[in-house]
């Protein structure tokens, strides 16, 4: 009796098609861990409760890819970033547009509501972060002082503070009342995608691609620790409420960090995919991610997560034993003074740069008739955003929490370990006693011989990138089949095992020339070698090594990766899309100028010889770059994240034009 009653500590909730094409951005509420906002390339945002299946309202008026959106605090307004730069503010009880804000010159990238007053902050890739007056559409401070793309924004719990993280490595903590830059933390070596406050002490956690978390005391203003993530990176990260702990979003887990020392508490395998948001709510926490139109959500019991040093796992680095942590919780640092009013002050400002503001009325008009909020569903919209009684705040603070489903048998645990396939229903109803394979195809069914090849291959898949796995599987010829015995399934397997050994194994002696290459120092040399090879994924394997030092650039490295980047570009891998865009930018931010200044100089007098293979390297270099260049304008229309990243080269490069 007692295993029919055992429930899972993670499961999947649901699946939804969000929009009519790709999902570009999705958050949750904080307040209720109930509402959902997605952006999408179709130029609309989305409204949903988390576990219903029907669009409660869906908001028109940008006509550019949604890029970047917000919930307020109290889940009243929301805010929602485009492609263009251009920031629209809805009313969500009022289901009208309340703000369109204009300003910035490039895609937004990160946006986060005043936690008292009525200010939004936005962040873009035209490097600016911008504090605006909702109540009266105005700009009221610019914030210089970052060089690349603003990725995220975050205001401190007391709203005196705002925190900004950028391409350009660096964390960036601004005085809201003062508007002048108080900190600037430069210890991360990639680009800085993520920070996070802590809810009630003075630190600050920032997640950057060099594939570190680190945290920051805001009273001395140094790192009080540094945690390296494992091979699969971090994606989204969020403080426990009582602040106890940090919950990192990985592709395939959540983890559970402390910080003094560092250390990994507990480790939930969630096979959530791109996860992109986080919340807790009811000592559950939700997770939703999303693949191309698909949103899915997920729930974690943190009542079966150790949280604490009960649960130690030991040091992140280290598995050698620790000396018991100081309990979170006791005057370690300063904790957060919250007023109970709302913020004034940054209102005083706006009086510097009143030349910002743009509210003329009939735009007003004209943007009222441009941008709807259709209510898809007026019956969970009534229930959700216009309650009977007007003290409930929306949607309503008290929720039941989401019924855990039971534990899959053992015969199914491999079948739920598998990232493309979470085993767990779409919708988890308790009742569904005999989840049995029957409900979802199989082993068998995941080989992809009917199936349309897509065009760009995602980077977050089940398979090795490179390689197509269905080419040494042997064709599934009845799809009805449902169940597969295990002798079948293994006899099938072994099948196509030997053609996988030598694939891999060649690429294994592949990557041991490379390393023994690297190994003298000579990174041109590596490179020579790997692209001698004629295998792009050893090329990409290289560049992701070297794309993370830009100090191993050199001028005559830039001739023999630039032909492999225009191959890169072109790929139908995401990933090698990806490696090929960072090292494009790369090139153009260090060498660009560089070139254009050799190629523009006289020519000197006498016999120089370095100067001549300079200048050689130069126009071989201009002469790759022109190539590209075309490449890139073809590639500025696409929607979605590589579109941006294209929109971003292809202003680089404009001075090739």
Not at 3 to 11: E, M, R, Y
Not at 342 to 367: F, G, I, V, Y
Not at 633 to 655: D, P
Request: charged fraction near 25%; proline fraction near 6%.
């Amino acid at each position: 009796m007692a295993a029919a009653v055992v429930t899972k500590t993670a499961w999947k909730l649901q699946e939804i098609t969000a929009h009519s094409s790709n999902v570009s951005s999705l958050v949750l509420g904080k307040n209720s861990g109930r509402l959902l906002a997605t952006g999408g390339d179709d130029c609309r945002v989305n409204i949903w409760s988390v576990n219903k299946p029907n669009c409660i309202m869906s908001l028109t008026g940008h006509t550019t890819p949604v890029e970047s959106v917000k919930i307020s605090i109290n889940e009243e307004l929301i805010v929602a970033g485009s492609q263009s730069g251009s920031i629209r503010i809805w009313d969500l009880e009022a289901a009208k547009l309340l703000r369109t804000l204009m300003g910035h010159k490039a895609n937004i990238c990160s946006l986060d509501f005043h936690p008292f007053g009525g200010f939004v902050a936005s962040g873009s890739m035209d490097t600016n972060v911008k504090l605006w007056d909702v109540r009266r559409k105005g700009c009221v401070y610019r914030y210089k002082g970052h060089t690349q793309a603003v990725r995220c924004l975050r205001f401190s719990p007391d709203g005196k503070w705002l925190a900004s993280s950028s391409d350009d490595h660096t964390v960036k903590l601004w005085d809201l009342a003062a508007g002048k830059i108080m900190c600037e933390f430069t210890e991360h070596t990639g680009p800085v995608n993520v920070v996070e406050f802590h809810p009630n002490e003075y630190l600050l956690a920032s997640r950057s691609s060099d594939r570190t978390i680190r945290f920051w005391d805001l009273e001395k203003f140094q790192v009080v620790s540094c945690i390296e993530e494992e091979a699969i990176p971090v994606r989204c990260v969020l403080f426990n409420p009582d602040g106890c702990c940090l919950y990192a979003g990985c592709q395939d887990a959540l983890r559970v960090y402390g910080w003094e020392p560092e250390r990994c508490f507990d480790v939930v395998m969630v096979n959530w995919g791109k996860v992109a948001d986080l919340s807790v709510c009811n000592n559950q926490l939700i997770g939703v991610s999303f693949s191309q139109s698909i949103v899915s959500s997920f729930v974690v019991d943190l009542n079966r997560v150790s949280k604490c040093r009960s649960g130690l796992h030991g040091l992140v680095r280290d598995d050698k034993p620790l000396v018991p942590p100081v309990p979170m919780g006791s005057s370690l640092r300063r904790i957060y003074d919250r007023p109970s009013t709302t913020c004034s002050r940054p209102q005083r400002m706006k009086q510097n740069s009143e030349s910002e503001r743009r509210s003329p009325s009939s735009e007003d008009d004209r943007e009222e008739k441009e941008s709807t909020a259709e209510i898809k569903n007026p019956e969970d919209y009534k229930e959700i955003f216009q309650p009977k009684n007007a003290i409930t705040r929306t949607p309503p603070c008290k929720s039941e929490p989401f019924p855990a489903p039971p534990e899959d048998e053992p015969t199914l645990a491999k079948e739920t370990s598998r990232p493309s396939q979470v085993a767990d229903s779409q919708t988890p109803l308790p009742s569904q006693e005999n989840p049995v394979p029957i409900q979802r195809p199989p082993v068998a069914a995941s080989t992809p011989v009917t199936r349309v090849e897509p065009s760009v291959i995602p980077a977050a898949r089940n398979e090795p990138i490179g390689l197509k796995a269905s080419d040494f599987l042997p064709a599934v010829k009845n799809q009805s089949l449902t169940e597969i015995v295990d002798d079948e399934a293994m006899s099938q397997i072994r099948k196509g095992h030997d053609t996988m050994c030598v694939v891999l194994t060649s690429r294994h002696k592949n990557l041991d020339v490379v390393r023994a290459k690297w190994s003298t120092g000579d990174i041109k040399t590596s490179m020579d070698s790997a692209v001698d090879m004629n295998d792009l994924s050893v090329v990409v394997d290289l560049l992701n090594i070297i794309n993370q030092k830009a100090s191993l650039w050199k001028l005559d490295l830039c001739t023999v990766v630039l032909p492999q980047v225009e191959k890169l570009l072109q790929s139908k891998y995401e990933s090698y899309v990806q490696t090929g865009c960072t090292s494009l930018k790369l090139i153009l931010q260090r060498f660009l100028p560089l070139i254009m200044d050799i190629l523009a100089a006289p020519p000197s007098v006498g016999v120089d010889i370095s100067r001549e293979e300079r200048l050689h390297k130069c126009r071989l270099c201009y002469k790759q770059l022109k190539n590209i260049s075309n490449i890139i304008k073809n590639k500025c229309g696409l929607s979605g994240r590589h579109g941006s990243a294209f929109c971003e080269l292809h202003l680089l490069m404009a001075v090739l034009e």
